[in-house]
Structures are given as structure tokens and as C-alpha cells.
């Protein structure tokens, strides 16, 4: 039997107004997360005997504290691909966590495999992934989508959670914590990631257990 897709309603264009929002939005909460974090220790700058001009010697090999990543999705695009594709999408993508909270009829109990989708909170997720593959950075071959997961919390806020060669990927280039903030209007939906650096403490990216499955 062929799987049904949800009914997507049609979404207009993205008037300019409204990406200027948004990304205003995302750069000042980009800002704020990133005041919650301690700089990571910087090296003295330590003038060089035979230096004499007024040239900076800054150690340019000291790691950054800070990757940032963000990312502007389109409603519609999202949309287009659940109409498309239906569950071959959303399984892909998102993760039984994400599916689960932009379940528009969650609260109540309809078929989980028919229920239909909030456009807009799909969209915002994945336009965290995207943001999250920036700060990454990876080289070839790109984590798998639900080796980015978007967790949203008892309180209302959302955290990342990476497995797989996501969480590798932080490992090695020494993030220690990831910040992620997720917004959304009608036609648009964006994300902001922000993670520190701290070459000097023991990789930690809220990387869970190997056997963790993220439902």
C-alpha cells in the first residue's frame, strides 16, 4: 500500500521585510548564547626580539573560541519535499524526537503515520542542521541528518544532540559545548549554532552513549 503524504498548503514568497527580521532575530540570540560561554584561554601576545616594526604577532595557530553557524530555510522548500516524498523524507531527515514534536496533532492521538506536520517547525530543525554542518566544518563526506538532532526540553528551549560522525566531528576539532537557537514565521524558518572551543579541556559536544538511538 503507497504511504500517504500529508496535505501541504500552499506558502507565498518571502517578502525582504521579513528575512530582515529574521536574521536581525537570529543575530542578536546568536550574541546572547554566546555571552553565556567563558571565552576560551587566549595565549599572551609576547613581542618577538627581532620584531621591530608595529606588525601584530598574534599566534595565528591559536584555535578560534568560538564557530558559529546560520542558516535561513524557506517554508515552501520544506514543504515541497514532504509533499513530494512524503515519509521518505521525514524519515530521513528528522529523527522519531523531531517528528514527534512538529506533529501538529500530537495532543491528540491521531495516526502517527497520517498525522500531519507544522511546515514551519520542520523547516526551523532543519535549518539547525544546516547551521550546525557550518560550525562542523566538514571535509568530504557530510554527517547524516539525524546525526544532528534538535531536542527540545522540559522548559521549552531546544539543545543539539550529535551522534555518529557529527559527534566525531566536534570531537575533533575540540568543541566543547553547542549553543542552538530556532525561530520561525509563516515562510520563514531560521537557525543559529554556536559552538566553543577549548583546546585545552577534553571534547564534550553532549555526546550521548553509542546504543543511544534518539527517541
Known amino acids: 500500500m503507497t504511504a500517504l503524504a500529508p496535505i501541504v498548503p500552499a506558502v507565498p514568497t518571502v517578502p525582504s521585510a521579513s528575512r530582515e527580521r529574521l536574521c536581525a532575530s537570529l543575530e542578536a540570540e546568536a550574541l546572547r548564547q554566546a ?14 626580539d627581532t620584531n621591530t616594526d608595529d606588525t601584530d604577532d598574534t599566534d595565528d595557530t591559536a584555535p578560534d573560541p568560538f564557530r558559529a553557524g546560520i542558516d535561513l530555510v524557506p517554508v515552501a522548500d520544506v514543504a515541497s519535499s ?39 517547525s520542520l523547516a526551523a530543525r532543519f535549518a539547525a542542521k544546516e547551521a550546525a554542518v557550518k560550525v562542523l566544518r566538514p571535509v568530504g563526506t557530510r554527517p547524516e541528518w539525524r546525526s544532528i538532532e534538535v531536542r527540545r526540553t522540559g522548559g521549552g528551549w531546544c539543545e543539539l544532540r550529535l551522534t555518529g560522525l557529527a559527534a566525531s566531528l566536534a570531537a575533533e576539532a575540540g568543541i566543547t559545548t553547542l549553543a542552538v537557537s530556532v525561530t520561525h514565521e509563516p515562510m520563514m524558518a531560521a537557525a543559529c549554532v554556536v559552538g566553543t572551543i577549548r583546546g585545552d579541556d577534553p571534547a564534550w559536544c553532549r555526546t550521548p552513549p553509542p546504543d543511544w538511538r534518539g527517541n
Open 82 to 120: 514532504v509533499e513530494r516524498l512524503g515519509r521518505r523524507y521525514l524519515y530521513r531527515v528528522f529523527t522519531p524526537h523531531e517528528r514527534a514534536c512538529a506533529r501538529i496533532d500530537a495532543v491528540r492521538g491521531i495516526d502517527r503515520d497520517r498525522a500531519g506536520y507544522s511546515m514551519e
Open 35 to 48: 555571552a553565556r560561554f567563558p571565552l576560551a584561554e587566549q595565549r599572551p601576545r609576547v613581542a618577538s
